[in-house]
């Protein structure tokens, strides 16, 4: 009696009875939800920045040591308004970055 022929060894190979079901990988969701806040406050902070610049519709009319004051008060406004979008800024990083902190402990596996 001839033995069979070895099965050619390219191609997928055939799984045991006795496997496993295979896991799937796991969808990495965080890190394009991170990246897209960055982006909006980003754009946010530079869309404020631009609101600041030439002269604002209040000061049109005024001439001299007016003017300047006007524009100066503009100035002022637009850094505390930039200043605040940086705040929100980080605190969103730091409450996105404890909250993936915690949810990777909670799904972290148990040693068997």
């Known amino acids: 009696m001839a ?3 070895d ?3 390219w191609g997928p190979r055939p799984e045991p009875a006795h496997a496993a079901p295979k896991t799937r990988k796991p969808r990495r969701v965080f890190p394009w939800i991170f990246l ?4 909006a406050f980003l754009l946010w902070a ?10 604002p519709k209040a000061c ?8 300047q004051n006007c524009k100066d008060a503009s ?7 930039v200043g605040v ?3 929100l800024w980080a605190a969103a990083d ?4 404890i909250t993936y902190f915690v949810f990777r402990l909670s799904r972290r596996r148990e040693p068997s």
């Open 85 to 87: 979008v940086i705040g």
């Open 7 to 9: 099965p050619p060894q």
């Open 36 to 39: 897209a806040v960055q982006i």
């Open 75 to 81: 100035h002022v406004g637009t850094t505390l308004g």
């Open 3 to 5: 033995a069979a022929p």
């Open 46 to 55: 530079i869309l404020g920045t631009r609101t600041g610049a030439g002269t």
């Open 60 to 67: 049109r009319g005024l001439t001299g040591q007016e003017l």
């Open 94 to 97: 730091i409450i996105l970055g």
